[in-house]
């Protein structure tokens, strides 16, 4: 089973800041990468697929890279509605989900 | 506009089994495509996805709860149900259906589930 880890667990930043974040998996399965957005009492949200393919409607501030073992969701000015919590989600090889960074504000 | 809309019991017992269905609104169940598929979520915890199932009734299931679940698919009814045996207080979550495609591109919005006597 492909292993994903997401990092760092939280990260504070403040709105208009740019926010990184990482998902590595414990080995190479292509492109077959998705970032999702939740927010509290909510289900999660398509954001990203294939590493960097923006789903319908998601703003161009949103932005996906990377391949092989490491993967990187960016954002490059956040806005108030983007503190949440965000999932990777590898489907090359069965499928399996990182365990999520909290984007909250600082 | 296609929507999932989960349903079933949000208290269950002990030992009993669990049963969910998903409803398919403005779209049809056998678009031949997607696998319709089932989430959950622990409180305050990731993802975990339990199994998912194609419109011809192919299912697949995460291997650490295969034992116990069974997902079908009724495309008369644009509808796929989930059963989970032998509960305990480790299956309370919030139960998700989502439509894949590798990815999942559609959610229902959630109904969370507690085991409990």
């Known amino acids: 089973e492909i292993v994903l880890t997401q990092s760092p667990g939280t990260l504070s930043l403040s709105p208009g800041d740019r926010a990184t974040l990482s998902c590595r998996a414990s080995q190479s399965f292509s492109s077959y990468l998705a970032w999702y957005q939740q927010k509290p009492g909510q289900a999660p949200r398509l954001l990203i697929y294939?590493?960097?393919n923006r789903a319908t409607g998601i703003p161009d501030r949103f932005s996906g890279s990377g391949s092989g073992t490491d993967f990187t969701l960016t954002i490059t000015r956040l806005e108030p509605e983007d503190f949440a919590v965000y999932y990777c989600q590898q489907y090359g090889s069965s499928l399996t989900f990182g365990g999520g960074t909290k984007v909250e504000i600082k | 506009q296609v929507q999932l809309q989960e349903s079933g019991p949000g208290l269950v017992k002990p030992s009993q089994t669990l049963s969910l269905t998903c409803t398919v609104s403005?779209?049809?169940?056998?678009?031949?495509?997607?696998?319709w598929s089932w989430l959950r979520q622990h409180p305050g915890k990731g993802l975990e996805w339990i199994g998912f199932?194609?419109?011809?009734?192919?299912?697949y299931y995460n291997p650490s709860l295969k034992s116990r679940v069974t997902i079908s698919v009724d495309t008369s009814k644009d509808h796929f149900s989930l059963n989970l045996t032998s509960v305990s207080a480790a299956d309370t979550a919030v139960y998700y259906c989502a439509r894949r495609w590798g990815y999942f591109d559609l959610w229902g919005q959630g109904t969370l589930v507690t085991v409990s006597s």
């Open positions: 294939a590493a960097s």
């Open positions: 403005g779209g049809s169940i056998s678009s031949g495509v997607y696998y």
């Open positions: 199932i194609n419109y011809s009734g192919s299912a």
